[in-house]
């Protein structure tokens, strides 16, 4: 078929219509149903690092089973809030987190919690994929072993299921035990660390800009993956890439740099709005590349 | 040059090494006797070598025994726990103990360490406090800053996001160095070990002065005992003739057994590298 002269990439011209079709059409079948629980919530964030205020006063909510995309230009705090989400910036020597937030209503940072217990429920992929320097089995299987799962056939199963999951189990099945997870491709080794994180059963997958190190089919791949998650999964995912945004996130949300050098939320919006016809300037700027 | 160096060197050690066996016709076999009877003023000699590489192999064993879990658990407290401050002092402080003269290991094993075993544990069988064991902790002492700085390099090398991985899988940070971190150094940490155990295998000056130097096979940690090094100082001055020669053999074997620890840190690696 052939695509008219000049048309917009966003017109449905492809055989399969693309998740910001469907969004527009079936709110109640994508993330964007208005009665789904709210799972994660940030109040009022501000996230230093020693005296440097990297990301401040972030509000914002996630739905069960949505993904939200974060956008926005290099440094703007993007990746800082969802680091929040897994207290995995308290990592960072220095830094200290403002305000309140939320997993299932209950506070993240409260002096009862566990860090450990937050991070088994919210999952985290990297940036670079990095599998552990073992075999796919005990890539997948190292959360659950860890957990204390012993017992060899429900690992098994896990193991299965998580790659299944994944949708590695077919390119990998004859190698579980043979093959190290670094001899994989990057796509693949990708797909390895989100079946190592949905091993150990999170509601929440938080995705730190999962795709950058992986060329274009790959990313699709990952990119099918999140559509398909999605049903039983909560996902936040940072993203430099705005087409990847508008493909998967059913919300995206906008950050950038203040005058003060921190980060901060422009805007929220469903990620068809955020397209199409956002409410703030500098959303609009950014989304027609003509800033950042 | 050095290459030529290094060969002449070596030719040298085998050429003098088998002098025992090729001119003064001591059956090869004769130096695996447990009997050390070189002197030629006394009624037949025996150039039986097994005391002083059992000794060698003995001492050294108890030595990285005892030095590796302290030297491993040290690099890893280093490297995964302690505080950037604490980092700069220490580093510092192993070159330094690297660098303290044997002798000096030595003096301390003989005036605090020796008497110390005699006093206390004397009814253990530490009659007079030179033993096995006093040459084995003295060498644990000396080889402690080698496999430490080594292991804790090797720690360092595990990239950070291996750790971050396990932690965002809600590990504890005791499980994410136990099953991470540690598995993927293992092959540094024993290329460390060996790094130390030549060290060890090398070591005369420190170890003769508290070891007893008596050439029989080690069978109890607080008897003396004696080692290849050790022997050959201490012979090197009265030795003539035959028992020359048998030094040069003794030379030899030591460096055998130095040449099979290069290659298995070689091997090592190659491991390391393939990981």
């Known amino acids: ?38 799972k994660l919530r940030a109040q009022d964030v501000s996230v230093r690092y020693g005296d440097r205020m990297a990301v401040r006063d972030v509000t914002l909510d996630v739905r069960e089973h949505s993904v939200m995309a ?23 020597p220095g830094a200290a987190v403002e305000g309140r ?5 209950e506070d993240v940072y409260a002096p009862s919690v566990l860090p450990v217990e937050v991070r088994r429920k919210v999952g ?29 056939a429900r690992l098994d199963d896990v193991v299965e299921r998580a790659l299944r999951q994944a949708a590695l ?23 390895l660390c989100i079946a190592r994180t949905l091993a150990t059963d999170p509601e929440v997958i938080l995705m730190d800009e999962p795709c950058s190190a992986l060329d274009p089919i790959a990313t699709l791949k990952i990119e099918e993956l999140i559509a398909q998650l999605k049903a039983d999964y909560t996902i936040v995912i940072v993203t430099h890439n705005m087409q990847q945004a508008a493909r998967v996130s059913d919300r995206t949300a906008f950050f950038t740099l203040g005058e003060d050098r921190a980060g901060y939320l422009v805007e929220l919006d469903e990620t068809l709005r955020i397209f199409t016809n956002p409410a703030n300037q500098l959303t609009e700027d950014y989304v027609s590349g003509r800033f950042g | 040059m ?15 090494g088998v002098q025992l066996f090729v001119v003064s016709g001591v059956p090869v076999t004769q130096i695996l006797s447990p009997t050390w009877q070189p002197d030629p003023l006394s009624e037949g000699t025996t150039y039986g070598l097994l005391p002083f590489i059992a000794g060698t192999l003995a001492v050294m064993a108890v030595a990285a025994i005892v030095s590796t879990p302290l030297s491993v658990g040290l690099a890893l407290f280093m490297a995964e726990v302690a505080p950037t401050w604490a980092r700069r002092i220490a580093q510092p402080a192993m070159e330094v103990f690297v660098g303290i003269p044997s002798v000096v290991y030595g003096w301390l094993g003989l005036t605090i360490l020796v008497p110390f075993l005699r006093v206390h ?61 540690l598995p993927t150094a293992a092959a540094g940490v024993a290329t460390a070990i060996v790094f130390g155990l030549t060290r060890a295998a090398g070591e005369a000056l420190a170890v003769q002065m508290v070891i007893g130097n008596s050439p029989i096979i080690p069978t109890s940690l607080a008897r003396p005992v004696t080692t290849l090094t050790s022997q050959i100082t201490l012979d090197m001055s009265d030795a003539t003739g035959t028992w020359n020669e048998a030094l040069w053999t003794m030379g030899l074997v030591l460096l055998l057994i130095s040449l099979a620890f290069v290659l298995l840190i070689r091997w090592l690696g190659r491991g390391r590298s393939r990981a």
């Open chain 2, 121 to 181: 544990f004397g009814w253990l069988g530490f009659t007079t406090g030179f033993s096995w064991l006093a040459g084995s902790l003295v060498l644990a002492l000396m080889i402690l800053p080698t496999i430490t700085s080594i292991s804790y390099d090797a720690f360092v090398a595990v990239p950070a996001d291996m750790r971050s991985a396990s932690l965002a899988l809600g590990t504890t940070r005791w499980q994410a160095i136990r099953h991470v971190v």
């Open chain 2, 2 to 16: 050095v290459i030529a160096a290094v060969v002449l060197l070596l030719g040298f050690i085998v050429w003098r």
């Open chain 1, 70 to 92: 974060f956008i926005g230009p290099s440094g703007c705090g993007k990746s800082t809030v969802l680091r929040c989400f897994d207290r995995m910036n308290d990592l960072i």
């Open chain 1, 169 to 191: 189990w077919d390119e990998v099945k004859d190698d579980l035990r043979k093959k190290s997870g670094l001899s994989l491709s990057g796509g693949q080794q990708q797909r």
């Open chain 1, 101 to 105: 937030i939320e997993l299932d209503g």
């Open chain 1, 124 to 152: 985290l992929v990297f940036q670079r994929p990095n599998p552990f320097p073992m075999s796919i089995y005990e890539n997948v299987a190292f959360g659950p072993r860890r957990h204390g799962e012993q017992d060899k």
């Open chain 1, 1 to 38: 078929m052939n695509t008219p002269q000049g048309a917009s990439p966003v017109t449905a011209t492809r055989p399969t219509p693309t998740p910001l079709a469907i969004a527009s059409l079936q709110p109640e079948l994508t993330g964007l149903n208005p009665d789904a629980p709210v």
